[in-house]
């Protein structure tokens, strides 16, 4: 190869390792990786295989190139297959002719029409282990020989940018993980917990992806959704624990909590957008809800979200004077009160999701 | 320059991008970002102004190279210096003479005896704004007059490194800030804090960081002692908040909460060398402790450090039933109870850390 076309070779890759680590999202990482794969080895196609870490299998999560959307399922048992192979020992292969490869795991090609001719194939690797697998396949002009080195250290940056991702990834889940165990205990206040918050963070999710909101949006109801209850810890046992019907003045003392909830997270300013959800979960349109009798569209989006969520589960549990009614009943009840409690496109889009199966009840 | 020469530099920059984005602590991403800015450009010296986003000055928060260490303090006011010119006009500069150029800042050469000649100075900056300033300093051979585009990618990608670890370290100061405020109103089932919790984080952290810990150690403290007391959201009202002493049935249940918060944290499976410290943050050295009569060396470190934090924030704060104690009372509380109670390591850490200013009280 001449000096010029491995000058342009690196700028690519340069290029290409900014794209790649510009993002902690691991879908987008995957995406980004498989067009670089295509672009720098000028290939028809591109697949990044990841390692199940717990099966040790191979899986495709999203193959781009010409009919690559198509790859999405397959998975490759441990060593099977040449991606297998190089996953299994760690090193790279360039095959020739891939059809005479006793290796080579037909099935991709036969789902798909695409005829694999040769392949460059390398172990996508951290100090201690290996990631997944990155592919080009069927070099548009002369073959893979020359590109060893520049491939891996294309794979080289994508193992850093999915091992950034998934420690932040992790981060997240820890986080998400300790405030749900947090608060399902204050709501419960026992250690023993009854899964009210994961239930209604399910609810609202569902609700949201149907709504079509925003990652940013998803991300605040989800948390907003998990923390929705932890003004109860302002309530005392006798009203929060008290087996029946609240009377006025314990109801008054209950209905504190979504007051309570935005003054305790109130003291951390990274949950600004977090807090209008769980001071709002408990407002109604037509102004008669608390703590501060909002209407309508001053109601923000994910407050109304969290209402009808919560509601859906009250109704659909045991509580301490009745037994759990069925969920005709929620969604009747659900129907019923649009535009006085709840807002139409909501309990839609809760209704929605739940016919698509996107929610388990 | 020669292609040769060119091929060296892209290979150098990939090598060093790697580098730079293996980490998401942002002072190893700035010192491996001074070293590799000093070495892709032959020079003398490196080093990485960054940008203060609340007052826009520029700060040197490390700089190697021959004598970079006595950088350390300097900061610059906006648009002051070379480096501040090329922070407010997102342009480059190559300065061939930089003891005539006008806005040359000399306050790092007077401070530190070192002569700067030349220099290349770029901006690190990401879509929308700018991060701070990447110097090298004095060219070894020739000039920087061939290096503006490899220096401006190098800067790229420390952007984009800075840019995760700040991301990566806001979420984790979220997920901190938020399990501090839930884990502060359950300590005192109030929605007005009283900052018991965070202290006692302060003071295990000055002791853990006195006694050497390493990092995943410190981070495992910290987290256990925001979360030592989320149990007591197991003991009723009736115990908790009781006005006064706790007779001896009062005080078995409050003494479940070490066990109540080890029940709560269980759910979360990231959080298994956490729990440890929260369980046996009440026990004693001579096995008189709780909930499990551990003794000695079965004693998790990280239990034995929050014991010392936290008895002594219970002697320096008001009680229902005795005003705050004084801080020597509280040093000789705990160097009484050394081997019955407490481990001396820990004490000794905790006095050496408060004598050197490491504590605020």
Sequence with gaps: MGTEKIIEQLNTLIELSSLINSTLDTKEIRKRAIEAAT??????????????????ELFFEVALGEKGEKLKEIRLKKGEGIAGWVAEHGEPAIIHDVQSDSRFFKTADEKTA????????????????????????????NSFDDDLNIFNALANQVAIAIENA?????????????????AETIEKRDPY???????????????????????????????????????????????????GKLDPDELEKMNMHPKYGAEILNHVKQLRDVIPGVKGHHERLDGKGYP????????????????????????????PYRKAL???TAFEELRKNIGTQFDREVVDAFIRAYKEMEIVL
Excluded: W
């Design 39 to 56: 672009r720098l080895m000028d290939a028809e196609a591109g697949s990044l295989l990841l390692v199940d870490q717990e099966t040790g």
């Design 114 to 141: 695409f005829i694999t001719k040769n392949m460059i194939c390398v172990p996508v690797k951290t100090k201690d282990r290996i990631l997944g697998v990155l592919q080009a396949i069927n070099k548009k002009h």
């Design 292 to 319: 501060d009798n909002l209407r309508d569209g001053d109601i923000p989006t994910i407050a109304r979200i969290i209402a009808v969520a919560d509601t859906f589960d009250a109704i659909t549990t045991d509580r």
């Design 193 to 243: 917990t009854g899964g009210h918050t994961k239930r209604v963070m399910n609810y609202s999710l569902a609700i949201g992806r149907a709504m079509g909101l925003l990652k940013k949006e998803i991300e605040d109801l989800k948390l907003a959704a998990i923390l929705h209850d932890v003004g109860k810890i302002g309530v005392r046992d006798d009203v929060l624990l008290k087996g």
């Design 326 to 328: 069925s969920l005709d």
């Design 166 to 182: 998934n420690l932040y990834q992790e981060l997240r889940e820890t986080f998400y993980s300790t405030a749900q165990a947090l």
